[in-house]
C-alpha cells in the first residue's frame, strides 16, 4: 500500500512540475540572471532553515518525551514539505510522513500526531509576531487592504482554534471527541449534496480524540520547556526573510527593513491562507503587488518575487523529492 501511495505521490509531483513548467522555466531565467554568490548564500541560508525546522520538531518531541536524531528528522521534514505541497490536506499529507516513520521505530504515534500540531501552531503563531510589524508597516505606508486584513482573521482564528482544540483535548478526552463528531457532522452536512457520501468519520473522530488526549497527557508542564521551539520557530521566520534580503542584493535592488518584513509577510500569510498548494500562483502575484505598493518597481518586485520562490519554494520542492527516497516513506 505505502509503495502505491509513493508512486501516487511522485506522480502527482509530475503532473505539479509539468502543469506549472512555465513558471519553473521563468524561475531559472531569472535566477541566472542573478549575482551567483548572493543566490548561493541564499541556497544556503534556505538549507540552514530546513536544518531548522527539523531542530524544532527535535525539541517538541522532546516536549513529548521522545527522542529522535537530527539526521533522521531532517530527510523527514524536506519529506514532509514535499508531500504537503503535491497532496494539500491542511498539513494532514506532511504529518502522515512523520507517522510512518514512528511506526517504523516503534515511537507513539499518538504523540507523533500531536508533535505535527504542536509544530503547526507554534509555526502559526511564530509567524503572527512577525505578521504584526508587517502589518504595521503596511498601516504606515497606507498599503494595507482589505485582502491582507481578511487573510490575516483568517490565519488568527485557524491558530486559535487549533490551540483551543489542544487545550480542550488536555481537559477532557470526551469533551475533544464531541467537538470533532460535531465538525465532522458538519462537514459530512457540507459536502454530502455534491459527493453523495460521508467525507468524514465520525469513529474516526473518536479514536483521534483517544489517542490525541494519550499524546497530550505526555506534555512536558514546565513553560520554559516550550521557549525552545518558539524560539527556533521565531529563527526559522528569520531565516526566510534573509532569504529574501539576499534576493534583494542579487538584483541589485535598494530596500528599507520594513520592506523586507511586510514583503515576507505577505507573501508567507497567503503561502498559508492560499486555496492552492504553498500559495503556487497566488503568492506570486500578491507579494509582486506588494512590494510595488512599498516603493519597489514593478519589473524589480516581479524578479525578485520569482527568484525568492524560487529557493523558498522550487528548491525545497526539488529536494524533497530526493528526501521521499532516502526516508523510504514507500
Known amino acids: 500500500m505505502r509503495q502505491f501511495l509513493a508512486a501516487l505521490v511522485i506522480l502527482l509531483a509530475l503532473y ?9 522555466r521563468l524561475v531559472w531565467e531569472t535566477l541566472r540572471r542573478g549575482n551567483l554568490f548572493w543566490l548561493a548564500l541564499g541556497t544556503l541560508v534556505q538549507i540552514t532553515w530546513l536544518i531548522n525546522t527539523a531542530q524544532t520538531y527535535r525539541a517538541i518531541y522532546r ?33 502522515a510522513v512523520f507517522v ?26 511564530g509567524f503572527l509576531c512577525v505578521l504584526a510589524l508587517g502589518l504595521i508597516v503596511l498601516i504606515r505606508r497606507n498599503s494595507l487592504n482589505a485582502a491582507e486584513i481578511g487573510a490575516s482573521a483568517v490565519l488568527l482564528m485557524a491558530a486559535l482554534a487549533l490551540a483551543g482544540l489542544l487545550a480542550l483535548g488536555v481537559r477532557s478526552a470526551q469533551a475533544l471527541e464531541r467537538v470533532l463528531a460535531w465538525a465532522a457532522r458538519a462537514v459530512n452536512r457540507l459536502v454530502r449534496p455534491v459527493i453523495r457520501r460521508d ?6 473522530a473518536h479514536t483521534f480524540a483517544v489517542e490525541a488526549a494519550e499524546g497530550l497527557r505526555a506534555l512536558q508542564s514546565d513553560w520554559r520547556e516550550y521557549l525552545k521551539p518558539a524560539g527556533l520557530s521565531l529563527l526559522g521566520k528569520a531565516l526566510l526573510i534573509c532569504i529574501l534580503f539576499l534576493t534583494f542584493l542579487a538584483f541589485k535592488q535598494p530596500f528599507s527593513p520594513g520592506t523586507l518584513i511586510a514583503g515576507f509577510s505577505v507573501g508567507f500569510l497567503f503561502l498559508i491562507v492560499s486555496p492552492t498548494p504553498s500559495g503556487l500562483g497566488i503568492v506570486e502575484g500578491v507579494m509582486t503587488l506588494t512590494l510595488r505598493s512599498l516603493g519597489v518597481p514593478l519589473e524589480a518586485a516581479t ?9 523558498t519554494f522550487w ?16
Open 16 to 24: 505539479l512540475t509539468l502543469s506549472h513548467f512555465t513558471e519553473v
Open 100 to 125: 510512518a516513520d514512528a511506526r517504523r521505530h516503534d515511537l507513539s504515534t499518538a504523540r507523533v500526531t500531536i508533535a505535527g500540531v504542536l509544530f503547526v501552531l507554534f509555526e502559526y503563531f
Open 199 to 204: 467525507y468524514l468519520s465520525e469513529a474516526r
Open 303 to 311: 524578479v525578485i518575487t520569482l527568484a525568492y520562490r524560487g529557493l
Open 315 to 330: 528548491l525545497p520542492f526539488a529536494y524533497g523529492f530526493v528526501a521521499l527516497r532516502l526516508t523510504r516513506w514507500e
Open 63 to 95: 516536549l513529548l518525551d521522545m527522542q529522535i536524531s537530527l539526521r533522521r528528522l531532517a530527510p523527514l521534514v524536506a519529506t514532509g514539505n514535499f508531500v504537503n505541497v503535491v497532496a494539500p490536506s491542511g498539513g494532514v499529507s506532511g504529518i
